[in-house]
């Protein structure tokens, strides 16, 4: 495939991405239709992109106090102990998540990172309570491998999954 035609595939992947990370819900035609582009090229656009994981799905963005919930996160330092298979494992089954589930919790976000921190989980819960009883529970299913565990009150979301919070000018009230 000459350069150009690959260059141009990557570009009308890039904003078929950008339509649907401003409202993911858009229909193909109408999509296709802000676009320029055929309902059909669209599709196979999005296929392709699901195809090779670049979008990995869709999801809703939800308002945490609508449905009795507050956003947390958590910060979490490992020690320098080196991770067994074992526990490797554990991490990438997600094997904490029933546990989580049972407790009330929704976990929203999970992530390896790079800093001051190791890993950093964003979830909701009914009350600080609760997230420190989640926190707990990463506590007993990683003994001996946090050195660090810091517990964030998420008080205001300006922008989530791309979108921006339809209540904006609340943030006036936090400042």
């Known amino acids: 495939m000459p350069k150009r035609a690959r260059t141009l595939i990557k570009e009308d992947e ?3 991405l950008h339509e649907l990370l401003k409202d993911s819900s858009q229909s193909v035609n109408v999509i296709a239709k802000k ?11 999005i296929k ?3 195809k090779n994981n670049t979008i990995w799905g ?8 609508k449905i009795g919930q507050k ?23 997600r094997d904490v998540e029933p546990a989580a589930k049972k407790l009330g919790v929704m976990i929203d976000s999970s992530f390896y990172a790079h800093g001051m921190y190791d890993w950093v989980i964003c979830f909701s819960a009914e009350d600080i309570a ?14 001996g491998y946090i ?11 300006i922008r989530k999954h791309g979108r921006i919070n339809p209540g ?3 943030l006036k009230e936090f400042l």
């Open 14 to 16: 890039q904003k078929v």
């Open 35 to 45: 676009l320029g582009f055929s309902r059909q090229k669209v599709w196979r656009v």
């Open 48 to 50: 392709q992109l699901e």
């Open 58 to 65: 869709f999801t809703a963005v939800i308002d945490e106090k």
């Open 71 to 93: 956003s947390y996160m958590v910060l979490i330092r490992r020690t320098t102990e080196p991770l067994s298979r074992e526990l490797i494992s554990k991490i990438i089954k």
């Open 130 to 143: 609760e997230a420190k009883q989640f926190c707990d529970i990463l506590l007993r299913a990683y003994p």
């Open 147 to 157: 050195a660090d565990l810091q517990i964030l009150e998420t008080l205001f979301w």
């Open 168 to 170: 904006k000018g609340k």
